[in-house]
């Protein structure tokens, strides 16, 4: 896919016209949770004809990142700024993600967006979608099919933050035998895949060695439950550095660690993804070493997406939003004023 990022006055442009609406009193949400719907309605029969209604498939709510990434969804999608919004998280169950596509294609919807759980099995409800001639915006993930089924994608380069975290670990501990342990994200997820492989080919040829690699589902009890077997496993001593697919994981790491004895930051190196503001608090703290940001302010950049889609504008497959990185240091001077 051809990347093309995003320029900072035009995502601050966006930004202005959604935060222009951010609240309101008679707003429509719709809600589908574990199979149901529910609908809170303020505005009577006054619903104007050109309202666009999205149908939203999130992932679930396994993190701080995610929280954030949903908040802006619902705020960029909000009904003044001319949408009526559908709303599901599937608590990271592809099969039941894919059942609230379906259900938003047979409601009529204008436009799907989706954050796939998982980059496989998506082929014959996108297919679907396109019969309906319902286009869709993929957000912060990718999937496996062609891209002629969906109308385009916006989100974070993971390979790219992968490779930024696998060159700080082999910039500071390369030249010395160093035994890891990873946390991977959720099994079959592009950016679990993704910043897996990015990693790797940022530590290739260095000392250092993945000694074990399980997945903690991207959830801070997740990350606390695999790296307490670790700890058993190997021992405090036995571990020099941990890479953790996303903070969450790496804050239930340092909840592992504190409880067997050992000094997160000190004794075992933690490196995350996301730059959450808890994550964000532990590298000032100094329990966390190095932290690869992954924003999840992605929700103007879809809902422009959606509106340029439905007016016939042409679109690029994919846009890319770029990242930045964070020691102690330059942590410390961005915490107060980060949005998450």
Known sequence: MKKRFLSTFALAGVAALTMAGCTTETGTTTEETAGETTT???????????????????????????????????????????????????????AAQISAVRNFINQGVDAIVIAPVVEDGWDDVLAEAASAEIPVILEDRTVSASEDLYASWVGLDFEAEG????????????????????????????????????????IEGTMIETIDSQTGDFTRDGGKSVMEGYIANYGIDGIDLVFAHNDDMGLGAIEAIEAAGGVPGEDIKIITIDAVKDGMQALVDGKINYIVECNPLLGDQAADLVKKVLAGE????AYYVEDQAFDQAAAAEVIDSRPY
């Open 40 to 94: 809170e309605a303020g505005g009577g029969e006054e619903a104007a004809s050109d309202v666009i209604t999205v149908g939203f498939a999130q992932t679930g709510a396994e993190s701080g990142w995610r929280s954030a990434n949903t908040e802006s969804m619902q705020t960029a999608f909000s009904e003044d700024n001319g949408f009526e919004l559908i709303f599901n998280a599937a608590d990271n169950d592809p």
């Open 163 to 202: 490779v930024k975290a696998g060159e700080w670990a082999a910039e500071q501990y390369g030249d010395t035998e160093t035994k890891m342990v990873v946390l991977e994200g959720t099994t079959g997820s592009a950016p679990a895949n993704d910043r897996a492989a990015g990693f790797a080919s940022a």
């Open 314 to 317: 042409d679109v690029d497959k």
